[in-house]
């Protein structure tokens, strides 16, 4: 008995191209895709790296403040978003932890370098080269301190910039032109200057808006630490008129008396704390001025790291109510 055998249907070799077309079609859009939440992710962290210099895990409030910057000073903006993006760069490179990378836990310091670098001196090869070298130098330190749990604040611009400074005979940086003028004790308008200060704004009116954009996060935080400072403002005020000399230091009282307002307040501590850490970082802006000043030695934001270490050593008020919002704690700040 004859076996019977299944016809064969004749396929049409459209029937296979077709076929490959649209896998290949799927895969470019699937490509298209992956690229552009890459772009997405990239954007997010070198906004990030940029507002967590004030505490805040926010990409749409770092691109607001680079935008500030730019007004002020679009130098130190271009040079701060290059640092930021080299930081996420190596911090992929050296796959670290990317919940840290996309908030920008790691890449502050670095950005905040780069915007210092590009406020105080002119661009040139040394320059680039040395900045990649500092860059890397503040995310690894970050990433270290982060770690072992430790709260690295902006400890490693700190190293970073100081280095530099000893390093300033051999690297023979080339200073800029002074630009805008240093915070004036004078006016109240010293206040806002020291908020815009924190990332090299002088003008008190880009000052007041770089406050705004940090009251857009958190309102609360940022008006006890406005609060802080006018009670520092008003203590120079008076000591300048018997101690001239200390107009010479009010500028880095504000910032650091500012930064130690406002990270504790971001830190969730009590009202009583936060002022604490705005006058202790101010004490030790004195003590470290009559120490490094002779010597030509800016101590940058030190102080605020002191201060604010010190106030997390203290027992928190826990009867003091939840009054900021819920955040991603920083293992690197």
Same mark, same amino acid.
């Given at each position: 008995?004859?076996?019977?055998?299944?016809?064969?249907?004749?396929?049409?070799?459209?029937?296979?191209?077709?076929?490959?077309?649209?896998?290949?079609?799927?895969?470019?859009?699937?490509?298209?895709?992956?690229?552009?939440?890459?772009?997405?992710?990239?954007?997010?962290?070198?906004?990030?790296?940029?507002?967590?210099?004030?505490?805040?895990?926010?990409?749409?409030?770092?691109?607001?403040?680079?935008?500030?910057?730019?007004?002020?000073?679009?130098?130190?903006?271009?040079?701060?978003?290059?640092?930021?993006?080299?930081?996420?760069?190596?911090?992929?490179?050296?796959?670290?932890?990317?919940?840290?990378?996309?908030? #920008?836990?790691? *890449?502050? &310091? !670095?950005? $905040?370098?780069?915007?210092?670098? @590009?406020?105080?001196? +002119?661009?040139? %090869?040394?320059?680039?080269?040395?900045?990649?070298?500092?860059?890397?130098?503040?995310?690894?330190?970050?990433?270290?301190?982060?770690?072992?749990?430790?709260?690295?604040?902006?400890?490693?611009?700190?190293?970073?910039?100081?280095?530099?400074?000893?390093?300033?005979?051999?690297?023979?940086?080339?200073?800029?032109?002074?630009?805008?003028?240093?915070?004036?004790?004078?006016?109240?308008?010293?206040?806002?200057?020291?908020?815009?200060?924190?990332?090299?704004?002088?003008?008190?009116?880009?000052?007041?808006?770089?406050?705004?954009?940090?009251?857009?996060?958190?309102?609360?935080?940022?008006?006890?630490?406005?609060?802080?400072?006018?009670?520092?403002?008003?203590?120079?005020?008076?000591?300048?008129?018997?101690?001239?000399?200390?107009?010479?230091?009010? #500028?880095?009282? *504000?910032? &650091? !008396?500012? $930064?130690?307002?406002?990270?504790? @307040?971001?830190?969730? +501590?009590?009202? %009583?704390?936060?002022?604490?850490?705005?006058?202790?970082?101010?004490?030790?802006?004195?003590?470290?001025?009559?120490?490094?000043?002779?010597?030509?030695?800016?101590?940058?934001?030190?102080?605020?790291?002191?201060?604010?270490?010190?106030?997390?050593?203290?027992?928190?008020?826990?009867?003091?109510?939840?009054?900021?919002?819920?955040?991603?704690?920083?293992?690197?700040?």
């Amino acid at each position: 008995m004859p076996l019977l055998r299944a016809a064969r249907v004749p396929v049409s070799p459209h029937v296979k191209v077709n076929a490959n077309a649209n896998t290949n079609t799927n895969a470019n859009a699937n490509a298209r895709s992956r690229w552009l939440i890459d772009v997405l992710h990239a954007l997010h962290a070198l906004g990030a790296n940029v507002a967590q210099i004030y505490f805040i895990p926010s990409a749409s409030i770092g691109w607001l403040l680079l935008a500030v910057l730019a007004l002020a000073d679009w130098p130190a903006a271009l040079t701060g978003l290059a640092a930021s993006a080299g930081a996420s760069c190596l911090a992929t490179a050296l796959r670290l932890r990317h919940e840290s990378r996309h908030d #920008g836990r790691l *890449g502050y &310091n !670095a950005a $905040l370098t780069g915007i210092a670098f @590009g406020a105080l001196w +002119r661009p040139d %090869a040394v320059f680039v080269a040395w900045l990649a070298v500092c860059v890397g130098l503040t995310v690894i330190t970050t990433a270290a301190l982060a770690r072992y749990r430790y709260r690295a604040l902006t400890l490693p611009f700190v190293g970073a910039m100081s280095l530099t400074w000893a390093m300033q005979p051999w690297l023979r940086l080339l200073p800029r032109a002074p630009g805008a003028l240093a915070c004036d004790t004078a006016t109240p308008g010293f206040v806002f200057c020291s908020v815009g200060q924190v990332v090299f704004i002088a003008p008190l009116v880009l000052g007041l808006l770089t406050w705004y954009v940090l009251a857009l996060w958190n309102a609360r935080a940022t008006l006890w630490a406005l609060a802080a400072v006018i009670l520092v403002w008003t203590s120079l005020a008076a000591t300048t008129a018997l101690w001239p000399a200390m107009a010479g230091q009010a #500028g880095g009282i *504000g910032i &650091n !008396a500012f $930064l130690a307002a406002f990270g504790l @307040g971001m830190f969730e +501590r009590s009202a %009583a704390q936060r002022f604490a850490g705005a006058a202790l970082a101010s004490l030790l802006c004195i003590v470290l001025g009559a120490m490094l000043g002779p010597r030509g030695w800016p101590y940058f934001t030190l102080p605020f790291n002191l201060a604010v270490w010190i106030m997390l050593r203290l027992p928190a008020d826990r009867r003091q109510p939840r009054l900021l919002r819920p955040w991603p704690k920083r293992q690197a700040s």
